[in-house]
Nanobody, 126 residues
Framework: QLQFVESGGGLVRPGGSLKLSCATSGFTLDHYAIGWFRQAPGKEREGVAYISSSDGTADYAGSVKGRFIISMDKAKNTVYLQMNSLKPEDTAIYYC???????????????????WGQGTQVTVSS
């Protein structure tokens, strides 16, 4: 059974940094897209970044490009999201998700993913 444990969220001032972790179990990181998504209060869940476990290809939403970095440690079955230059509008619950990348048309689409973590809260405030 696929399981995820997200960690690393917290309260940070604008301009600060946080590094989220998504520890996976129940499967090996092969042929999957692992995505980070976020949901702010009153808003729909949106894709932030994803990485292909097959070749390491990554992509980012325009709102975070240049500030966030997604990476993967296959030996630890863990995916990370380094978030820099954080803004108040980055405040949300952040989720990691995974599914077979070979069947995906759009890895930023939440409906492409069947497996989700429980989320970790990120709050950016002074």
């Amino acid at each position: 059974q696929l399981q995820f444990v997200e960690s690393g969220g917290g309260l940070v001032r604008p301009g600060g940094s946080l590094k989220l972790s998504c520890a996976t179990s129940g499967f090996t990181l092969d042929h999957y897209a692992i995505g980070w998504f976020r949901q702010a209060p009153g808003k729909e869940r949106e894709g932030v970044a994803y990485i292909s476990s097959s070749d390491g290809t990554a992509d980012y939403a325009g709102s975070v490009k240049g500030r966030f970095i997604i990476s993967m440690d296959k030996a630890k079955n863990t995916v990370y999201l380094q978030m820099n230059s954080l803004k108040p509008e980055d405040t949300a619950i952040y989720y990691c998700a995974a599914d077979n990348i070979a069947t995906m048309e759009n890895p930023f689409n939440i409906y492409e993913y069947d497996y989700w973590g429980q989320g970790t809260q990120v709050t950016v405030s002074s």
